[in-house]
Antibody
Framework: QVQLVESGGGVVQPGGSLRLSCAAS????????MHWVRQAPGKGLEWVAFIRSDGSIKYYADSVKGRVAISRDNSKNTLYLQMNSLRAEDTAVYYC???????????????WGQGSLVTVSS | EIVLTQSPATLSLSPGEGATLSCRASQGVGNYVVWYQQKPGQAPRLLIFDASTRATGIPARFSGSGSGTDFTLTISSLEPEDFAVYYC??????????FGGGTKVEIK
């Protein structure tokens, strides 16, 4: 069964930085695009970023563009989200999720990690 | 950006009853709608993709329908484990991927 395990969350001050990781296993990681989706406390789901299977294409939500960078290391089966200039409104559980499309992105997220909580507070 | 509006926000029902959840898109999205289920403290789980295709392992009591701007998720007879929040999402025109605000199905 596909496994996605996030790590790297925690408490950070406004303006600070944090890097989330997502360790993938039990599927061909290098063949699938990956997404980050976040959920503020008590709120709905918000898509954050996408990276193509080979890392050549990246998309970002307007709310994080210029402050966040998605990347991946296919040799380590790991997805990353570097977050800079963090704001209180970035406080959320961040999920990594696997795109269902084989090499071509579909926009349908068929497996999700358990999430990593990021709290931005002074 | 395509906006998805889900209704109702909350649905209060008893086990064994049927549930009908609605998702309306601000513009046509073909059949490119996905439904997820999320239980408290858990990650979302894929239920339905392409409006009506059940994901692997999803029970037949879950069904999806619709095309264009109006979509429906139907649960034919609620089991205790079905009480959760349900989100629709469009993949017709992205980025960004967009989600509806969710419908909470709670025990009456």
């Amino acid at each position: 069964q596909v496994q996605l395990v996030e790590s790297g969350g925690g408490v950070v001050q406004p303006g600070g930085s944090l890097r989330l990781s997502c360790a993938a296993s039990k599927f061909a990681f290098s063949a699938y695009g990956m997404h980050w989706v976040r959920q503020a406390p008590g709120k709905g789901l918000e898509w954050v970023a996408f990276i193509r299977s080979d890392g050549s294409i990246k998309y970002y939500a307007d709310s994080v563009k210029g402050r966040v960078a998605i990347s991946r290391d296919n040799s380590k089966n790991t997805l990353y989200l570097q977050m800079n200039s963090l704001r209180a409104e970035d406080t959320a559980v961040y999920y990594c999720a696997k795109d269902s499309g084989y090499y071509d992105a579909s926009g349908s997220l068929n497996y999700w990690g358990q999430g990593s909580l990021v709290t931005v507070s002074s | 950006e395509i906006v998805l509006t889900q209704s109702p926000a909350t649905l209060s029902l008893s086990p064994g009853e049927g549930a009908t959840l609605s998702c309306r898109a601000s513009q046509g999205v073909g059949n490119y709608v996905v439904w997820y289920q999320q239980k408290p403290g858990q990650a979302p789980r894929l239920l339905i993709f392409d409006a009506s295709t059940r994901a692997t392992g999803i029970p037949a009591r879950f069904s999806g329908s619709g095309s264009g701007t109006d979509f429906t998720l139907t649960i034919s007879s609620l089991e205790p484990e079905d009480f959760a929040v349900y989100y629709c999402q469009q993949r017709r025109d992205w980025p960004p991927l967009t989600f509806g605000g969710g419908t909470k199905v709670e025990i009456k």
